[in-house]
């Protein structure tokens, strides 16, 4: 608790442990309500992640989508911002661990967000480019236009083709955005930019382990995005699995291998490595139990939200995890298949 310099009454503290999408909007919503709120974010920007896939297809300015946090907190009473890395929380003494200090807490909510997960596969995590942070997208952007023009130095056709493949893993909406993107940036700007290469050249390969696109969403939806895809010249493997990669090729699990000079990961995510440092109980892919106002069971004053929060609940066609976008409550509507 501290002391309200202007009243003197004293104010319980509630920390909240990231700035994306679940951390801002708690952040606004106890502004001004008598609390001192502390954000605590590794980055000085909030980052628009569902725009990445722009960055990475040369698009959008990095700019664009980060925005710089103490800008957003400006004239939200009682809020401040503080840069710092969150090594751990002590549960107990009510204190977050910082890699240089530690803040103690009433109230603490944690939105740290979350990884991607390679599923073990180091050949992956080492070959392929994910889709996180703004780091990854400017570094596949930079990456695809030095991929071009690598390809104007190669005569033999078989390796130019292989230099001008992009193979992208997961057929959820990163992964089709990004294929879709990427066709459009080499429709658009490829033939315009670099003349000596077609666009008949290259190749998309969108690859998914299930035997369909966009699961979350309703059957019709699904195939229409399948058909829009195909339409566009992007061959889209179902019930297929990636098993390594390596700088010239993909792997896959049937012993089979597609030569690639570009793959894209966007198959797994699990939670932010923080979740595995606090001594609480893990649900899938290390993400943190909550009860549905998503405080946790021992811990009534700890709230964990957003990708690091596991909810199940009845609805779905069943008992099933929330989409981790309705546990954050973020700014996009839940899909048609969550609403139902
Ligand atoms: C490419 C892409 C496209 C997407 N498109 C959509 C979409 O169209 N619709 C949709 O609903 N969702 C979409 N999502 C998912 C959506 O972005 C997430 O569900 C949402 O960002 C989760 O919010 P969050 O607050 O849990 O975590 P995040 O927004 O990821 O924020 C976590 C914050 O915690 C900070 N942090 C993490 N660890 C630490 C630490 N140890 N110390 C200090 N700070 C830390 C990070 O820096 C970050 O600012 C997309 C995601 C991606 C990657």
Redesign the pocket.
């Known amino acids: 608790m501290i002391e309200d310099l202007n009243t003197g009454e004293t104010m319980k503290r509630a920390v909240i442990?990231?700035?994306?999408?679940?951390?801002?909007r708690t952040a606004r919503a106890l502004a001004g309500k008598g609390v001192d709120v502390l954000v605590?974010?590794?980055?000085n920007y909030?980052?628009f992640?569902?725009l990445?896939?722009q960055v990475a297809t040369a698009s959008l300015e990095q700019e664009s989508i980060a925005y710089p946090i103490r800008a957003v907190i400006r004239g939200w009473k009682g809020v401040d911002f503080r840069l710092?890395?969150?090594?751990g929380v002590d549960l107990n003494a009510r204190r977050v661990q910082l890699a240089d200090g530690s803040v103690e807490y009433d109230y603490l909510v944690v939105?740290?967000?979350?990884a991607t997960h390679f599923f073990g596969m180091n050949s992956i995590q080492k070959h392929a480019h994910e889709?996180?942070q703004l780091s990854h997208a400017v570094r596949l952007r930079n990456h695809i236009l030095d991929i071009f023009e690598r390809a104007t130095q190669e005569s033999d056709p078989e390796k130019r083709r292989a230099i001008l493949t992009f193979v992208i893993v997961g057929g959820g909406?990163?992964g089709v955005?990004f294929a879709g993107a990427l066709h459009e940036l080499i429709r658009d700007e490829l033939t315009r930019d670099y003349p000596s290469l077609s666009v008949a050249e290259t190749r998309i390969v969108l690859i998914e382990a299930r035997d369909t696109l966009l699961p979350a969403l309703p059957e019709k939806l699904r195939r229409y995005a399948l058909r829009q895809l195909e339409r566009m010249g992007i061959e889209v493997l179902l019930n297929t699995q990636v098993r390594g990669a390596d700088p010239e090729q993909v792997l896959l699990a049937d012993g089979s291998s597609l030569p690639a000079h570009t793959i894209v990961w966007?198959a797994g995510v699990q939670a932010?490595?923080?979740a595995a440092s606090l001594e609480l109980p893990k649900a899938a892919n290390g993400r943190i139990p909550v009860q549905p106002d998503l405080s946790i069971a021992a811990h009534p004053e700890v709230f964990v939200?957003?990708?690091?929060a596991f909810l199940e609940q009845d609805g779905y066609g069943g008992r099933r995890p929330h989409p981790?976008?309705i546990v954050?409550r973020?700014p996009?509507p839940p899909s048609a298949a969550a609403r139902r």
């Open positions: 442990i990231g700035m994306g999408f679940g951390g801002l605590i974010d590794r980055r909030h980052l992640q569902p990445l896939y710092a890395e969150v090594t939105a740290a967000g979350s889709m996180k909406p990163t955005e966007s932010a490595p923080l939200i957003g990708d690091m981790s976008g954050t973020d996009w």
